[in-house]
């Protein structure tokens, strides 16, 4: 089982670790040792949200297995020197975008991340004349803040948005029912990620690693499926007929 959802980061960064005996394994192992979700706020959210920071995380996350790992009997390597995360960008980029971008915009965009503390660095190892910084991650996957907290943001967008034109395509439902429904269906959201979707991924974590699935599509994917709970379907069944929109729901 993993450790719980991380709310401040706390130290990771300055951990810097480098054990003696065998510097690299390190680089395969810390993975264990950190959080499987950290909440995180909509601006360091941003930060991550960056085009190029949200190639290094996820490239991170996904990690690489290597002949080291093969015959250690490790799991894939999840810490990269700056260079490697160059060249994987590189490797991912068009010819046109790779002729603009260089080893020190990587470092540039590291920097943003170990502010944010979104990366650490996971350890100094000493390869030929270089202290060479190994970059890993502070978390498998960040959630924004509070589940709770973010859906009633886009609770009192819907509702702001949209409830003067449900009122006119709906004259017989009062306002105050539809600001109702709306404020059931982010409630029925909100349990549906703290006491379903959540617990899931904990349980099942190790199957997702060994699977190499992405956790953030994966939660992206399970939180649709979850709607078919019987109480949220209902409330979005009455959305549709609401919105007027020529889907069969019976």
Do not use: C
């Amino acid at each position: 089982m993993h450790s719980q959802i991380n709310n401040s980061g706390s130290n990771l960064k300055d951990k810097n670790v480098i054990q003696p005996s065998n510097p690299k394994r390190i680089l395969y192992t810390y993975w264990e040792t950190i959080p499987l979700t950290k909440k995180i706020n909509f601006l360091t959210n941003k930060i991550g949200s960056q085009p190029v920071r949200k190639f290094l995380l996820s490239y991170i996350r996904q990690g690489k297995e290597d002949e080291y790992s093969k015959t250690n009997n490790l799991r894939r390597r999840h810490a990269f020197t700056a260079h490697e995360l160059y060249t994987a960008y590189k490797e991912e980029m068009t010819n046109q975008q790779n002729n603009k971008f260089t080893v020190q915009n990587i470092h540039f965009h590291l920097k943003k991340l170990l502010e944010a503390d979104l990366v650490y660095i996971v350890a100094l190892i000493v390869e030929g004349n270089h202290r060479v910084k190994y970059y890993g991650r502070s978390a498998k996957m960040t959630v924004v803040q509070d589940v709770e907290e973010l859906y009633k943001q886009e609770q009192k967008i819907a509702i702001d948005t949209f409830t003067k034109l449900l009122t006119k395509l709906n004259p017989n439902v009062s306002e105050g029912e539809i600001i109702r429904i709306l404020n059931k269906t982010f409630e029925a959201k909100t349990n549906l990620m703290k006491n379903i979707i959540f617990p899931w991924l904990e349980e099942y974590y190790d199957l997702t690693y060994d699977s190499n699935v992405d956790l953030n599509h994966l939660s992206e994917y399970l939180s649709g499926l979850s709607t078919i709970d019987t109480g949220t379907i209902q409330l979005l069944k009455t959305q549709v007929r609401m919105f007027k929109l020529p889907i069969n729901i019976d």
